[in-house]
């Protein structure tokens, strides 16, 4: 384990469902991200989140929400999801925001029906 | 923005050659590039990284050397082991987030 914990592992949803991503770390790190990585695709950025405050979003649809209640975990609200969000969405952690060193969880792998 | 560009999408090697990866980078500006390697059902690992300072860094079997000229950098692996088997992915940073390319599956077959 590396110290970042993301739950659950796996998630299969229908396209009217809600559901959430969780993660979380205690290792005193202060910045919290995710990523969506699908197959031979790079790694996209989605948030970014330093001292609990959004400070970043790339353009990803309303349809992903994120909400950081304290510096240790990171949620990711999904509803109305499409197919094509199929994917495995990580979260990553870093000692700052200007800290390049990136520790990333599992993953939930997501499938959307 | 910055786009990294990586080669080769696979790569099979027997147990105990060398393995080499090669990345592209477009932005002058970035100065800090990590290597990380994912295990199957795994998030990817931080394994090495170099700063635009240095042309070379090595960490037992593993090295990462870098043209910043050229705007290239590699990951070699000597001596790989099965265990090397994963999916490799480079990443470059300059002022912004980091830009990942798309990944590496080594083989390593015994």
């Known amino acids: 384990e590396t110290g970042v914990t993301q739950t659950p592992r796996h998630l299969v949803m229908g396209m009217t469902n809600k559901k959430s991503l969780k993660c979380e770390q205690h290792?005193?790190?202060?910045?919290m991200y995710w990523y969506k990585q699908s197959a031979k695709k790079p790694l996209e950025l989605m948030f970014v989140?330093?001292?609990?405050?959004?400070?970043e979003n790339n353009s990803v649809p309303s349809r992903f929400s994120p909400e950081c209640p304290n510096s240790s975990h990171l949620f990711l609200h999904l509803h109305t999801l499409q197919p094509e969000d199929s994917a495995l969405y990580l979260c990553?952690?870093?000692?700052?925001?200007?800290?390049?060193?990136?520790?990333f969880g599992s993953g939930t792998q997501l499938s959307v029906l | 923005g910055e786009n990294v560009e990586q080669h080769p999408s696979t790569l099979s090697v027997q147990e105990g050659d060398s393995a080499v990866i090669k990345c592209t980078y477009s932005?002058?500006?970035?100065?800090?590039f990590p290597w990380y390697k994912q295990e199957l059902g795994k998030g990817p690992q931080l394994i090495i990284d170099?700063?635009?300072?240095?042309g070379e860094k090595k960490d037992q079997r593993i090295a990462v050397t870098l043209n910043k000229t050229a705007k290239h950098f590699s990951l070699h692996i000597t001596e790989t082991q099965p265990e090397d088997s994963a999916v490799y992915f480079c990443?470059?940073?300059?002022?912004?987030?980091?830009?990942f390319g798309k990944g590496t599956m080594l083989l390593v077959s015994p």
């Open positions: 932005d002058s500006a970035s100065n800090y």
């Open positions: 290792l005193g790190h202060n910045a």
């Open positions: 170099i700063r635009s300072n240095v």
């Open positions: 990553a952690s870093s000692q700052g925001r200007e800290t390049e060193k990136l520790l």
């Open positions: 990443a470059a940073k300059g002022y912004s987030t980091l830009t």
């Open positions: 989140y330093n001292f609990k405050e959004q400070t």
